[in-house]
């Protein structure tokens, strides 16, 4: 298991905790996990996928660092706005049937301050922000869009303005983000988003086939200064559609892992425990 994850003493109740390659996920990279990671004096080379897909994210020109020591003794990789920092993955459709779930855990640093497009992850191609409200194209992102402040947004259709969750804080805290669109109890063309298990907020409206380019993963499309994370990014599971209850097993999985899980709601089936094969 990967370095830092140690729920319980018990071997046997070991063997049964609740694992993301249990729903096939699109796509799945864990920093936590050293063997995922190639890194170099300059930066990290490649973050390599766990879902068995092989759909690994490599630096091209500007490597992001990487960070022993994230959160809850996990290492994490850093991507800075000084140098527009990125990773790209090879072309793979992030949402079959126009469903997907979007899990990170990321530092609330970067929800903050003046950059106004700090993305976690963009579809590659064209930059959905330089088409006009309401137009349609197959583009998607999870991270903040055309304001600075503290929210999170997820897009996949037309151009979105919101939605918006506050009160993250502005420390270098971990934050577990997640987005549905079209699944997970969002409606077809529907956009969920919510933080720590939090209550989601809904935005309607969005139309369009997406997009089958893969993911940049700490900087928007045009990797300029203004459009980095520009903080540390843990862990990412991008799945197909699946149930809420099921969102609230990643969520479950991801919160103790990185030592967060009292910051679930108090009624959050997993803020006790960890989820379990079988949940």
């Known amino acids: 298991m990967p370095r830092g994850i140690n729920f319980y003493d018990d071997a046997q109740l070991q ?11 699109t796509i799945w990279l864990d920093a936590a996990d050293l063997s995922t990671l ?22 091209t020109v500007r490597k992001p660092a990487f960070l022993s020591n994230a959160t809850n ?40 301050g003046a950059s106004t497009y700090r993305r976690i992850w963009v579809t590659k191609g064209v930059n959905p922000d330089s088409l006009t409200a309401g137009s349609t194209y197959a583009q998607g992102y ?47 063309n529907e ?21 089958t380019t893969g993911i ?8 300029t200064t203004g459009s980095s994370w520009n903080s540390w990014i843990g862990e990412i599971i991008l799945t197909g559609a699946i149930s809420f209850t099921m969102v609230q097993v990643i969520e479950g999985y991801l919160a103790h892992k990185w030592g967060m899980n009292a910051r679930l709601q108090a009624n959050h089936p997993f803020r006790n425990r960890p989820p379990l094969i079988g949940d």
């Open 15 to 25: 063997k049964r905790l609740w694992s993301p390659n249990l729903v096939n996920p």
């Open 38 to 59: 190639s890194v170099d004096g300059t930066g990290v080379n490649t973050w390599r996928d766990k879902s068995g897909f092989g759909r690994n994210a490599t630096a």
């Open 73 to 112: 003794n996990l290492s994490a990789i850093n991507f800075t706005a000084s140098s527009a920092t990125r990773l790209d993955t090879p072309d793979f459709s992030i949402a079959p049937g126009r469903q997907f779930c979007s899990f990170a855990v990321v530092s609330a640093a970067g929800l903050l």
């Open 142 to 188: 999870f991270g903040s869009g055309g304001n600075a402040g503290e929210f999170i947004q997820i897009a996949g259709g037309t151009g979105v303005t919101g939605p918006i969750i506050t009160g993250l804080g502005t420390s270098n805290v971990p934050v577990l983000l997640v987005g549905a669109f079209g699944t997970a109890g969002a409606a077809s």
């Open 191 to 211: 956009n969920l988003t919510s933080a720590n298990g939090g209550s989601r907020v809904s935005l309607t409206g969005q139309s369009g086939a997406l997009s």
């Open 216 to 223: 940049r993963i700490g900087s928007d499309v045009g990797t």
